[in-house]
């Protein structure tokens, strides 16, 4: 394992994730998506230092489909459905930087109780990874649009994957699966798109989907 | 053999897909159905069936969930078929096919004996679970289809993480050839890192119990009972809820392997609890009734974790209340999909007297009430019954109290409800809607009720068995 390497990349995811937070505009957030799928895609190389044909395959699979793929089709819908471009937040962005801090360093607190395999004691994996999933709940509770939350699905998808980094050599089978949860996020965006929700709804705000109450 | 399970529904959905007549086309599910039980009642004589690599096996525990499961298809696709004859202006291709692709993933649910492979089925059931919420379309349906969606979702995806956590417990174990095939995770479990398989156990539970609709990740499902097609509601309740309770009951198993079921049960005992008081608030005062029967599914949901958390004799007791609670709920979604159409609402305002204007329906839902709630001579007598008597009999006197106060408080809050629907006079303004009892509509809810009656009566030497072999598998891992 390149564990140098491989470090500062799941900082930079990190670093990703508050920019998240952080940003107000849609188009921005999809972007960091974007390169957050890309960051995740090459990290395979990382972390097993050589590349096969099987990985080779995996990483380039992983960027077409996180990288270019679902943000495609996310702002799509946005060009489609004409979603407006602001954010419209629960929770408003200083307070969301400050839960994802709170919840990074929970993250981190709550992996040094796991113990690690030898061969990768010390790395970041597993705090970087529960920060993102964090992180990815925090954007699917606190925001409002339909779209948003399908954003913030990715986002709890990517950290996910981040933690199946350790398992790509033990149990590459479980860590393809993953893949189907991007079914999920199509579904959802594919229903923003095809189910008219901003014709029945005027708007792809889920303020509106709260009909059903008791 | 244990493929055909699996694969003739799924043919049969392509079938059912190609067929252009949207008049046929429902009726042919119904026969898809009774091929799929009559193949499910010959592997039940089975000892045990088993795929090549052991990807597939049909153990006790599946048994139960399979047979109940297959039978409840049967009778809620031949309501169906009735139903959507009523609806002819709509196209039922998809949802015709999807009903049958979600028998073929629940079977896949519970036959697989693999970690990964039983994910994937559980996400699949989901996925074609939901063209099927939205039948009807609509903006309410819509929004229910949407919160089903995303809640199921995201509880698929912590259900992933801690697939994946368990997969690390047996790396950090130093296991040669780490698999997450169950036997072998069994076999491994005392083995296992503690520390990864307790947070394993957290998110399996939560994601598990998100699609299960256990408090408070049960969000979604009164919505989308609520506004679902009283077939679909049915199967989810009797049919989905279970799949995912038979998921829960797989990671238990690898806790009591690994020794470590006190733990589990610590968690199940408190989130069963839970769901019951949430239930029981919602269901006081509850205007719709097809809510009210979504909030009894969380109570029961929660009395089957209770059931397996108590162990010994309940778990013998949880399961036959998987099956005592999937017919009645069945039956009471059917009749009470009877009566929404009689009234054309399903809001207590605007009904009542439903013993006059559907008396089938109407009595038949009075009975499924009386069952559900637990009063003899009825099946979840026995079961819920038996929950208590373990629980005292155990000396978990607060958990067995709290369940008693529980029952009764749904006792009260759903008959006020109950009793105003099926009772008094019907309302002038309703009565005009085209709706007549007849041998589609009446005979399945009449089938399920007759076997919540024989259950309570009566239970099978054979299903005793079967129920007997399913929860010594469980607490000892054979």
Redesign the interface.
């Known amino acids: 394992m390149i564990v140098q390497w491989l470090d500062p990349m799941l900082v930079l995811a990190l670093l990703v994730n508050f920019f998240m937070l952080g940003a107000s505009r849609l188009r921005a957030v999809i972007y960091a998506v974007a390169f957050q799928g890309v960051l995740l895609g090459v990290m395979p190389i990382f972390v097993r230092g050589e590349v096969g044909w099987w990985l080779g395959l995996l990483v380039i699979a992983t960027i077409i489909i996180k990288g270019i793929v679902l943000p495609e089709l996310v702002s799509y819908a946005m060009r489609e459905v004409f979603i407006s471009r602001e954010i419209d937040p629960v929770v408003s962005f200083v307070p969301s930087l400050l839960l994802g801090a709170a919840g990074t360093g929970l993250a981190l607190g709550y992996a040094r ?5 030898p061969n990768h004691s010390g790395s970041l994996i597993v705090p970087a990874s529960l920060a993102t ?1 964090l992180t990815g ?1 925090l954007i ?1 509770t606190t925001r409002r649009k ?1 779209i948003t ?1 399908a954003v913030g ?1 990715l986002v ?2 990517n ?2 994957f981040l ?2 980094l ?2 790509i050599e ?2 590459p ?2 860590v393809e ?2 893949v ?2 991007d ?2 996020v199509c ?2 965006v594919m ?1 923003i798109i095809i ?1 008219h ?1 901003n014709q ?2 005027s708007s792809v705000s ?1 303020e ?5 109450k ?1 | 053999m244990i493929w055909s399970l699996i694969v003739i529904p799924l043919g049969m959905a392509a079938v059912v897909f190609a067929v252009p007549s949207n008049r046929w086309r429902p009726w042919l599910v119904p026969l898809a159905c009774l091929v799929h039980l009559a193949l499910v009642v010959v592997a039940l004589q089975q000892p045990a069936l088993t795929s090549r690599g052991h990807w597939l096996v049909l153990d006790p525990l599946g048994k139960v969930f399979l047979g109940l499961i297959s039978l409840l298809f049967l009778l809620c696709t031949f309501y169906t078929a009735g139903y959507l004859s009523k609806e002819q202006e709509r196209s039922n291709r998809i949802f015709c096919t999807c009903l049958l692709l979600s028998l073929s993933m629940m079977a896949l649910v519970i036959l697989s004996h693999h ?2 492979l039983m ?2 089925a559980m ?1 699949a059931t989901t ?1 074609t679970m ?1 063209p099927n919420l ?1 039948f009807h379309r ?3 349906s ?6 089903y ?2 809640i199921c ?2 509880g ?2 912590l259900a ?2 801690g ?3 368990l ?2 417990s047996t ?2 174990a ?1 296991l040669e050839e ?3 095939f169950f036997d072998d995770l069994m076999r491994d479990a005392p083995n296992l ?1 503690r ?2 398989m307790h ?1 394993a156990f957290v998110l399996l539970f939560v994601g598990y119990g998100t699609k299960m609709g256990l408090a408070p990740m049960h969000t979604w499902l ?2 989308a009972h ?2 679902a097609p009283a077939p679909v509601s049915a199967l989810l309740s009797g049919a989905l809820l279970p799949c995912a309770f038979l998921a829960i009951l797989r990671i238990y198993h690898i806790c009591v392997a690994a020794g470590d079921a006190a733990f589990a049960r610590q968690i199940m005992l408190w989130i069963g609890l839970l769901s019951m008081a949430t239930a029981a608030v ?1 269901m006081i005062r ?1 205007r719709d009734f097809k ?1 009210l029967l979504a909030y009894s599914s969380v109570e029961h949901m929660g009395i089957l974790v209770i059931g397996i958390a108590i162990g010994g004799w309940a778990t013998f007791a949880a399961l036959l209340h998987v099956i005592n609670n999937g017919l009645t709920k069945a039956g009471l979604f059917l009749s009470a999909g009877n009566i929404q159409s009689a009234f054309g609402s399903k809001q207590t305002d605007d009904v009542s007297g439903a013993l006059r204007r559907a008396p089938f329906s109407g009595g038949l839902f009075l009975a499924g009430f009386l069952a559900i709630t637990g009063s003899p001579p009825f099946g979840p007598f026995v079961s819920e019954f038996s929950i208590l008597t373990a629980a005292f009999g155990t000396g978990q006197y607060w958990a067995g109290s709290l369940y008693l106060l529980l029952l009764l408080i749904v006792f009260l809050g759903m008959g006020a409800t109950v009793v105003g629907v099926v009772l008094g006079a019907p309302p002038e303004t309703a009565g005009k809607a085209p709706f007549r009892e007849s041998l589609w509509n009446a005979a399945p809810i009449v089938a399920l009720m007759a076997l919540v009656l024989i259950l309570g009566l009566n239970l099978p030497a054979s299903l005793t068995d079967l129920l007997q072999q399913a929860a010594t598998f469980l607490e000892t891992g054979r």
Not at chain 1, 208 to 212: C, I, P
Not at chain 2, 142 to 147: D, G
């Open positions: 109780t796991l113990p690690l395999a999933v709940f699917l339909a939350q699905y709890l998808e950290g996910i933690f199946g350790l398992l033990a149990m089978f479980l699966i993953g189907l949860l079914l999920f579904v959802f229903g189910h929700i029945e709804f889920t509106h989907l709260a009909r059903l008791d | 970690l990964g994910w994937v996400e996925l939901a939205y609509g903006p309410r819509l929004e229910a289809t949407w919160k969606l995303l979702s995201v698929i995806a992933l993480l697939s994946f956590f997969a690390y790396l950090h130093g780490s698999t997450l890192s520390p990864w947070a009164p919505d609520g506004e919602f509850q809510r």
